[in-house]
């Protein structure tokens, strides 16, 4: 199944979809990686909506011109380096992940019919740059430009493969579980 | 050629191979992403196969880092014997990713290691050898964080198995180095010893020819089948390097030096 998906995505959008099925995200994406999720965590208000957003796993390279900012490459990072704070970040309503290499098994479980992760190849920054039309905001940006969360609009944002569903499947832990069956052969 | 000028055409060359290593993936590793690509049965692998090619190929069009994690640049240093360096080599190198930031432009992400807060040091690493001749040969790696994030040193004891300590390491690591990776051994010598051993197999071009021992390796790493990213399939490896020394006969050190499949590589020779 492939679809395209307008943000904001809501949990009975999510649930549609299983492992293996892929996407794309047209509208707004909020770029988020290891201090950005204890920054957002910590803050009573964050200066944006949680509420049904997309996270993108994510430390662009930016570069400052005049005025605008302009996008450079923007691939995903490692996205279990977020795992320990994710399960709070699903609470607060987050449906959507994007990023690279898989998550926990704990975050699999707090995915529980209202949040999935897409997986965009790794270090392909210039793919991801392609389908990014506009930066809209910064927030966090004494974080610096790779820490700090970047409002983007994208548009076809994808191919996105759906690795971690909302209903506790996961792509990486099966290919885990049965590589370290073959180790211990 | 005087001093001013030696020290500033050795800064315009580093520039030079940083932008070459950022925006140019090198043959070898083009060549063997292809044939994996053509190998695989897995969809998914060939998909993401493909969109790695797909990708090298727009950034060089661009002449744009293919990668936002633009690495740490590791520079491998050999110094002919004959030649004489009356400059500050890393005070050149500072200065030449200090341009290429906003040359490039690079990310900047170093910071300091205990407050996180941004670093105005530049972050590099060298790596020395001498050599016959009156040059200075220089290659550049830049590594990005993902894979240098998942290597790993064990000071094993003597009777404990080498492989499965590489194969652990490997499973363990799944899709988060970015697969297929480059896995770089340092076999014997001390605990820093090994790790510099790995390191340096990274400088090695694919196209060289495989050992028995590099080419059992690689078989069994790929028989994990953890594949491209991580989502399964046939490549999780590209290559396997071994470099060995001799060790006490009390130890054992390994290094697991791991590369994503952004092996970033340029080099150039200036005589001095």
């Not at chain 2, 060549?31 to 060939?46: F, G, M, N, Q, Y």
């Not at chain 2, 407050?115 to 590594?143: H, M, N, Q, W």
Request: charged residues 20%.
């Amino acid at each position: 199944m492939s679809s395209i998906l307008k943000t904001p995505i809501r949990p009975e959008d999510v649930r549609h979809f299983k492992v293996g099925d892929v996407v794309y995200i047209s509208g707004v994406v909020y770029t988020a990686r290891d201090k950005a999720h204890v920054k957002i965590l910590s803050d009573p208000q964050p200066p944006f909506s949680l509420l049904n957003a997309c996270i993108y796993h994510s430390g662009p390279l930016i570069v400052k011109d005049g005025p605008t900012y302009r996008v450079i490459a923007a691939g995903p990072t490692t996205s279990a380096r977020m795992s320990k704070q994710t399960p709070a970040i699903v609470k607060r309503g987050v449906t959507t992940i994007i990023g690279k290499g898989g998550m926990s098994a704990e975050v699999v479980l707090s995915f529980a019919s209202r949040c999935f992760y897409l997986a965009f190849p790794g270090g392909c920054g210039i793919l991801a740059k392609e389908r990014i039309e506009e930066v809209l905001d910064v927030y966090y940006a004494e974080l610096g430009f790779t820490e700090a969360v970047w409002k983007l609009r994208v548009r076809d944002f994808g191919p996105l493969l759906v690795a971690i569903d909302s209903h506790g499947e996961s792509i990486y832990n099966s290919i885990q579980t049965s590589s370290r069956a073959k180790l211990n052969r | 050629m005087t001093h001013t000028s030696i020290k500033e055409a050795f800064i315009r060359h580093t520039i030079d191979a940083l932008r070459e290593a950022e925006t140019q993936l090198p043959s070898d590793v083009t060549k063997a992403l292809a044939r994996a690509a053509k190998a695989e049965t897995s969809e998914l692998a060939k998909e993401q196969l493909s969109a790695i090619l797909e990708n090298a190929k727009l950034a060089a069009a661009a002449g744009l880092p293919m990668c936002q994690d633009t690495g740490i640049p590791i520079f491998s240093l050999e110094i002919g014997r004959e030649t004489s360096i009356d400059f500050n080599l890393k005070e050149a190198l500072a200065t030449a990713i200090q341009q290429a930031t906003n040359l490039i432009p690079l990310r900047e992400h170093a910071v300091d290691p205990i407050t996180r807060v941004s670093s105005k040091e530049p972050l590099f690493d060298t790596l020395y050898s001498i050599c016959d001749g009156d040059e200075l040969s220089v290659t550049v790696l830049v590594k990005g964080a993902g894979s240098e994030n998942v290597s790993a040193l064990a000071m094993l004891e003597p009777t404990q198995d080498v492989t499965s300590f590489v194969l652990n390491t490997v499973c363990e690591s799944g899709g988060k180095p970015c697969p297929p990776i480059i896995v770089g051994l340092g076999i014997g010598s001390t605990f820093d010893g090994s790790a510099r051993l790995a390191k340096k197999t990274l400088f090695r071009s694919l196209d060289e020819k495989e050992n028995t021992f590099e080419a059992h390796m690689l078989e069994q790493i790929n028989n994990l089948g953890i594949g491209p990213m991580g989502l399964g399939g046939r490549t999780t490896a590209l290559r396997v390097f071994v470099e060995k020394a001799p060790c006490h006969t009390a130890m054992l050190p390994v290094a697991v030096a791991i590369q994503c499949w952004a092996d970033r590589k340029a080099r150039f020779r200036i005589k001095l």
